[in-house]
């Protein structure tokens, strides 16, 4: 099937209470072990692109590959755009066919946050791509950050409330403790946030950092009320750890094959473990 919007399989996981795994990756083959994986257990996916990636790689370039992964699938796959605070990459990846992007205005004060979200939303509206953005900050806080400090930069239940209502984004990434990368020591997530948030807003929530956080914290946060979780760092060092391996074993290897095919195997296996964690398996 054609690449979908993100929007129907993550407002059914949000109804359902299952959570669908969105997975960065930054190759063909990355590309192709999280389309298996997600076959292989009927599970919907989103394949995620950093800004990084797109200007890495190309929009048209990532957008075709991922094209051809959905038109060859059977399950649901949604093309995003991560994190991006550049209303022009935005729009160029929804003209390379990307179903779904993230405007991120999170480090701007709450009225321009919505502004620009709204001018997102807007646009993606009218070709019915989905729009996800941030509330309050993900990542940089630190563990002897002092409780004011650190609740100031959680969102806020209510003013989850009032930006959906301001921007109808369609999907809300809101703070609540986690961060991007591999955490020090166990994370800090303010699950009751989660709870509060969910109580007042009825879109899906993304959970970001999702690389490291305990089994049993993801449950939890699932059954809270977050339907979308964003994994990258994990997958990355899985399939790297892969393909080093190779070289420890042969470091005259030269054909990408021998080390693409087991960094790819690696990654599916690493994606299909997180699909297990989310919910999604047997929901395409
Ligand atoms: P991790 O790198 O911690 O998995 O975070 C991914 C993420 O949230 C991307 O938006």
Redesign the pocket.
Known sequence: MALVSSTPLLSTARAEGYCIG?F?VHTLEMLQAVVEAAEETRSPLII?S?VGTVKHLGADYIAAAATVAANRSSVPIALHL??CSDFNIIMQCIRAGYTSV?IDASHDPFDKNVAETRKVVEAASAVGVNVEAELGR??GVEDDIVVDERDALLADPEECARFVELTGVHTL?PAIG?????YKGDPNIDFDRIGRIASRVSVPL???????IPEDQVRRAVSLGMSK????????IVFSDAIKQVFANNPDENDPRKYMVPAKQALKAAAIEKMRLCGSIGKA
């Open positions: 969105a960065n995620q950093t991560d994190h993230m993900v990542g990434a986690t961060a991007h990368g591999i993304v959970l970001h950092g999702g690389s490291g979780m964003n994994v990258a760092t994990e997958l990355r």
